[in-house]
């Protein structure tokens, strides 16, 4: 039979506990609240309501009033839709309003806007991932960087090798071999399944010193971290050297910005050369204008509000106090605390109990992780409040002692 292979793949994973199936959300929120048009973490599934602890609305921005509000003037200005690529006639002034913003609050010179931030890691790799006069390029990529990263530096023709998370040290003695003139160095800013940071003052030593470019995915600290919220990217040491050493940001809209969409960040040569060769850009449809608008009204509540930022940290802190010190959960600047299980029918078994107690905390496992590292990925964001927390932690208690 034809294709055979793809029910006994989903029998397998059945099998191994990694079976995967979508949750209908019926209402992602619900007990608006009239303070600061802070919403509630609340989502309701199968008519029964639940503290959500897996969205990745870190700052408690979605469905906000003035972000709402944004849209609907997009939409009345520009339409709903695009209507073509952006080198068709599909790059309108929202678009441009956007992208100057981004620069504005990243401080760099362009930016260029996508329709998801896998769409944009994958472009950025392959399009950058060339074979030059007999001289391939090489990209240098963290063991834990997004599935994005890894597909487009491998579907390129770049010479591409990993090194173990955050081994700063094994990186150094890959760049020291290499004898390639166009070399990228690549990592998560906040990495998404531990929550932990690239060590970024030793990264750009490194592209400092073997004149490598860095590239950053700064999709989970985007809005969280920086003081106005300008992500991982923020703690990196201006430099006035050349673009031998130059970095490169992508982030995305869906998450802390509460649209959707992503962008590169980059110098002037490489935003031309992307517009001219990268595939995902020339082929697809702009971004909705209108979405574009209500991005620069979210950035600019990201820049305004730092009372969002400051209650992640306390509420991050107050779970680790609540939790019982034999619970061990990977050290975290960010919104996301991880809790290593291990097992995955355990790690579902726990997911389950901590539903009948009202939280909706979404197991995850292999291959999204390592195998025998399924864990419990809780993250805090700016709509929580204390109750929430509290309750958490006790939840977990009772789950996992």
Same mark, same amino acid.
């Given at each position: 039979?034809? %294709?055979? %292979?793809?029910?006994?793949?989903? @029998?397998?994973?059945?099998? +191994?506990?990694?079976?995967?199936?979508?949750?209908?959300?019926?209402?992602?929120?619900?007990?608006?609240? @009239?303070?600061?048009?802070?919403?509630?973490?609340?989502?309701?599934?199968?008519?029964?309501?639940?503290?959500?602890?897996?969205?990745?609305?870190?700052?408690?921005?979605?469905?906000?009033?003035?972000?709402?509000?944004?849209?609907?003037?997009?939409?009345?200005?520009?339409?709903?839709?695009?209507?073509?690529?952006?080198?068709? @006639?599909?790059?309108?002034?929202?678009?441009?309003?956007?992208?100057?913003?981004?620069?504005?609050?990243?401080?760099?010179?362009?930016?260029?806007?996508?329709?998801?931030?896998?769409?944009?890691?994958?472009? +950025? %790799?392959?399009?950058?991932?060339?074979?030059?006069?007999?001289?391939?390029?090489?990209?240098?990529?963290?063991?834990?960087?997004?599935?994005?990263?890894?597909?487009?530096?491998?579907?390129?023709?770049?010479?591409?090798?990993?090194?173990?998370?955050?081994? @700063?040290?094994?990186?150094?003695?890959?760049?020291?071999?290499?004898?390639?003139?166009?070399?990228?160095?690549?990592?998560?800013?906040?990495?998404?399944?531990?929550?932990?940071?690239?060590?970024?003052?030793?990264?750009?030593?490194?592209? =400092?010193?073997?004149?490598?470019?860095?590239?950053?995915?700064?999709? =989970?600290?985007?809005?969280?971290?920086?003081?106005?919220?300008?992500?991982?990217?923020?703690?990196? #040491?201006?430099?006035?050297?050349?673009?031998?050493?130059?970095?490169?940001?992508?982030?995305?809209?869906?998450?802390?910005?509460?649209?959707?969409?992503?962008?590169?960040?980059?110098?002037?040569?490489? =935003?031309?050369?992307?517009?001219? %060769?990268?595939? =995902?850009?020339?082929?697809?449809?702009?971004?909705?204008?209108?979405?574009?608008?209500?991005?620069?009204?979210?950035?600019?509540? #990201?820049?305004?509000?730092?009372?969002?930022?400051?209650?992640?940290?306390?509420?991050?802190?107050?779970?680790?106090?609540?939790?019982?010190?034999?619970?061990?959960?990977?050290?975290?600047?960010?919104?996301?605390?991880?809790? #290593?299980?291990?097992?995955?029918?355990?790690?579902?078994?726990?997911?389950?109990?901590?539903?009948?107690?009202?939280?909706? +905390?979404?197991?995850?496992?292999?291959?999204?992780?390592?195998?025998?590292?399924?864990?419990?990925?809780?993250?805090?964001?700016?709509?929580?409040?204390?109750?929430? #927390?509290?309750?958490?932690?006790?939840?977990?208690?009772?789950?996992?002692?």
């Amino acid at each position: 039979m034809a %294709f055979e %292979f793809i029910k006994q793949k989903l @029998t397998k994973q059945k099998t +191994l506990s990694r079976y995967r199936q979508r949750t209908c959300i019926q209402q992602s929120k619900v007990n608006l609240s @009239t303070v600061d048009n802070e919403e509630s973490a609340q989502i309701i599934v199968d008519g029964k309501t639940y503290i959500n602890f897996s969205s990745n609305d870190y700052l408690g921005l979605n469905n906000h009033q003035q972000i709402n509000q944004a849209m609907q003037e997009g939409i009345d200005k520009f339409g709903l839709c695009a209507s073509a690529s952006s080198l068709v @006639t599909g790059f309108h002034y929202a678009h441009q309003a956007l992208e100057d913003k981004i620069c504005q609050w990243l401080n760099q010179p362009k930016c260029l806007l996508f329709s998801s931030g896998f769409t944009a890691n994958v472009a +950025l %790799f392959q399009t950058l991932g060339q074979e030059v006069n007999g001289d391939r390029c090489h990209f240098f990529l963290d063991k834990l960087s997004h599935a994005s990263m890894l597909d487009g530096a491998f579907a390129s023709k770049a010479k591409v090798q990993r090194f173990a998370h955050n081994n @700063t040290e094994q990186l150094a003695q890959l760049l020291s071999k290499s004898n390639s003139d166009h070399k990228l160095i690549a990592s998560e800013g906040v990495f998404s399944m531990d929550g932990d940071q690239a060590k970024l003052t030793a990264l750009q030593q490194l592209s =400092h010193e073997h004149k490598a470019w860095l590239y950053l995915d700064d999709a =989970h600290s985007i809005g969280v971290i920086g003081e106005q919220g300008q992500g991982s990217s923020s703690q990196l #040491i201006a430099s006035n050297e050349d673009s031998s050493t130059s970095h490169i940001i992508m982030a995305t809209f869906g998450k802390a910005i509460a649209t959707s969409g992503a962008f590169l960040a980059c110098d002037e040569n490489l =935003h031309d050369y992307l517009i001219n %060769f990268a595939r =995902h850009y020339i082929y697809s449809t702009a971004i909705s204008p209108a979405l574009a608008w209500a991005t620069i009204k979210s950035i600019e509540l #990201i820049q305004q509000q730092q009372w969002r930022r400051d209650k992640i940290n306390e509420l991050s802190h107050l779970l680790i106090q609540q939790l019982d010190p034999s619970i061990t959960i990977i050290p975290s600047e960010s919104s996301i605390h991880a809790i #290593i299980i291990g097992n995955e029918q355990k790690a579902l078994t726990i997911s389950q109990q901590l539903k009948k107690q009202g939280i909706w +905390l979404t197991p995850i496992r292999p291959p999204t992780v390592a195998e025998g590292s399924s864990r419990l990925r809780v993250t805090i964001c700016a709509n929580h409040n204390e109750n929430d #927390i509290k309750h958490l932690a006790k939840s977990l208690n009772e789950a996992l002692i």
